[in-house]
């Protein structure tokens, strides 16, 4: 018998994601809290919680939310805040 040719698996493209990031994504989205909460089919108090770090997505969404990510060509690059900055405020990428 012949043996199966397994596909290699794409990959996906590794997000870390966190707070800052899952804002951000939905910010380069242009969407509301509201609006990404309905296409996640979740509430939009989760993602409320997402984005303040109080509860990280599952590992099913966090999947989900790569798959967009990639979808859509978001680029996140990890900028540190400057101490004083407003805790909801996301600096711009560094050129």
Same mark, same amino acid.
């Given at each position: 018998?012949?043996?199966?040719?397994?596909?290699?698996?794409?990959?996906?493209?590794?997000?870390?994601? &966190?707070? &800052?990031?899952?804002?951000?994504?939905?910010?380069?989205?242009?969407?509301?809290?509201?609006?990404?909460?309905?296409?996640?089919?979740?509430?939009?108090?989760?993602?409320?919680?997402?984005?303040?770090?109080?509860?990280?997505?599952?590992?099913?969404?966090?999947?989900?939310?790569?798959?967009?990510?990639?979808?859509?060509?978001?680029?996140?690059?990890?900028?540190?805040?400057?101490? &004083?900055?407003?805790? &909801?405020?996301?600096?711009?990428?560094?050129?």
């Amino acid at each position: 018998m012949a043996e199966k040719q397994h596909k290699p698996k794409k990959q996906l493209a590794k997000y870390d994601w &966190d707070k &800052d990031q899952i804002r951000a994504l939905r910010l380069h989205l242009n969407m509301t809290q509201r609006e990404m909460a309905d296409e996640l089919e979740v509430r939009q108090q989760t993602i409320s919680e997402w984005e303040t770090g109080l509860h990280l997505p599952h590992r099913s969404t966090l999947k989900v939310l790569s798959m967009i990510a990639e979808r859509v060509q978001f680029g996140y690059i990890t900028v540190a805040k400057p101490a &004083d900055a407003p805790p &909801d405020e996301i600096p711009p990428p560094l050129a």
